[in-house]
């Protein structure tokens, strides 16, 4: 099975956070669903769609809960996009990644850049 992504249609508005605040004070929050065996062959949609994502957005969640495997280049996808991320001020966060996916995660060290929450 290839991984796939998709985008939670309309971005969420939520109460102010601090960090990722737009100028009206609300955070305009996307969600990027990740499902499957995320490896070279979603490498690709995986970039466009945080890009998109970070874009739309002054925070974004990727949501791994129904990710079963990841690869060094989806996870070159997402340092990528967390770079960007940084860059233009909005806030990434990993979410609700699978035990064995998270153990990958701490292997690389990538939760220790970008935020891993439940």
Known sequence: MTGECQVHGDPQVLDAH????????????????????????SRDDIRRRL???ITAANRV???????????????GAIVSAYAVAELSGVEMVLRSPQPSVR????????????????
């Open 51 to 53: 890009a998109d994502a």
């Open 61 to 75: 969640v990727v949501d791994l809960a129904a990710v079963e495997f990841i690869d060094c280049a989806a996870i």
């Open 18 to 41: 601090p960090k990722a605040a737009s100028a009206s004070g609300l955070v305009i929050e996307r969600v990027v669903r990740l499902w499957g065996e995320l490896d070279l062959s």
């Open 103 to 118: 153990r990958v995660l701490a292997l690389v060290e990538l939760d220790r850049l970008v935020p891993v929450v439940p």
